[in-house]
């Protein structure tokens, strides 16, 4: 049982540049978050959907845009990548809105932008 | 005030020491509270859940007072493998749809 895997795991961008990082969970959770790491900040929420087809602003949504086509798919894009977007990204799932159910996190994508 | 605080720390302690975490959130409302673990360069990890009456997994114990709207971690006998960063963390805006963690407090246990 996979869990949460993002890809890639590594990626360096040049200022300008776009991409796509993927997270796929396999456990049939409806919430899928995306949070990014910065030292001395914590975790902060991008983005999350609350089902397929849904999608919804945290606390740092600029620059990012996010889709979730399918259920077990979430897309965090960045359309021109900023060197304030170097960070570590991760992904989480949850079953649902219970507030007994944890949310599982996937291994991070670490990602420079020059 | 922020949503969730902790103890900035970090703490540095020896094998076999106790150790307690403290963490306040500001939202009344919150309903669910946890601990996760985070290893350096590493995902979170759920540590325990935290239960109103309080709750107990092997050396660890959590603690929760609504009044005071405080949780808390106490370590006991800790191990080098206890080295980490543990974050508190609370459902936020009185829904359970997303989690807040706090920025962590790093625990380094030495031999």
């Known amino acids: 049982n996979a869990g949460v895997t993002q890809t890639p795991k590594f990626r360096v961008l040049k200022t300008g540049q776009s991409m796509t990082l993927l997270c796929a969970q396999d456990m049939n959770h409806e919430y899928m978050y995306w949070y990014r790491q910065d030292p001395g900040m914590g975790l902060r929420l991008i983005h999350y959907s609350v089902g397929e087809g849904t999608t919804a602003k945290g606390e740092v949504p600029d620059g990012y845009n996010v889709s979730r086509l399918k259920k077990q798919n979430f897309l965090l894009g960045l359309e021109s990548a900023a060197p304030s977007q170097t960070s570590v990204y991760f992904c989480?799932?949850?079953?649902?809105?219970?507030?007994?159910?944890?949310?599982?996190f996937g291994a991070g994508t670490r990602l420079s932008v020059l | 005030r922020k949503e969730v605080e902790q103890d900035p720390g970090p703490f540095n302690v020896p094998e076999g020491a106790t150790v307690a975490f403290n963490c306040t959130y500001s939202n009344s409302a919150s309903q669910s509270f946890f601990w996760y673990r985070q290893d350096c360069r590493k995902e979170p990890k759920l540590l325990m859940s935290v239960y109103s009456s309080g709750n107990e997994d092997g050396r660890f114990t959590a603690q929760l007072n609504r009044a005071s709207q405080y949780i808390s971690l106490l370590i006991r006998d800790s191990k080098l493998s206890d080295s980490a960063t543990y974050l508190c963390t609370v459902n936020s805006g009185g829904s359970n749809y997303k989690l807040t963690f706090g920025k962590g407090t790093l625990l380094t246990v030495n031999p």
């Open positions: 989480a799932s949850r079953r649902d809105n219970l507030a007994k159910n944890i949310q599982y």
